[in-house]
């Protein structure tokens, strides 16, 4: 059973960077493909990025590539997203979630098995 615990979130300003952190405990980390997704008030959670168990290869929605980017260290079992020029339509809960052998391809919501608890990002204009 791995937990995930997001931190990270905060309010910035259109413009700004955050960085996410997706810290996981209680299973053999580098088995675990990791993705972010992300909730807007009165919206869908949509997928946001995803890194392969390997760490070798990432994909993005399309909303947010070129500007956001995950990475994983594996010594400290923890997987980041970093999120540059964000804007107001960034403004969500980002959560992590984890399955075991992950590949990057996994954008739906249901191919994941241990989620975190999320963290709040507010982006005002």
């Known amino acids: 059973q791995v937990q995930l615990v997001e931190s990270g979130g905060g309010l910035v300003q259109a413009g700004g960077s955050l960085r996410l952190s997706c810290a996981a405990s209680?299973?053999?980390?580098?088995?675990?493909?990791v993705g972010w997704f992300r909730q807007a008030p009165g919206k869908d959670r949509e997928f946001v990025g995803a890194?392969?168990?390997?760490?070798?290869?990432?994909n993005y929605a399309g909303s947010v590539k070129g500007r956001f980017t995950i990475s994983r260290d594996n010594a400290k079992n923890t997987v980041y997203l970093q999120m540059n020029s964000l804007k107001p339509e960034d403004t969500a809960v980002y959560y992590c979630?984890?399955?075991?052998?992950?590949?990057?391809?996994?954008?739906?919501?249901?191919?994941?098995?241990?989620w975190g608890q999320g963290t709040q990002v507010t982006v005002s204009s």
């Open positions: 979630a984890a399955v075991r052998y992950g590949s990057r391809w996994y954008v739906h919501q249901y191919e994941y098995d241990f």
């Open positions: 209680g299973g053999t980390f580098t088995d675990y493909g």
């Open positions: 890194i392969s168990w390997t760490g070798g290869s990432t």
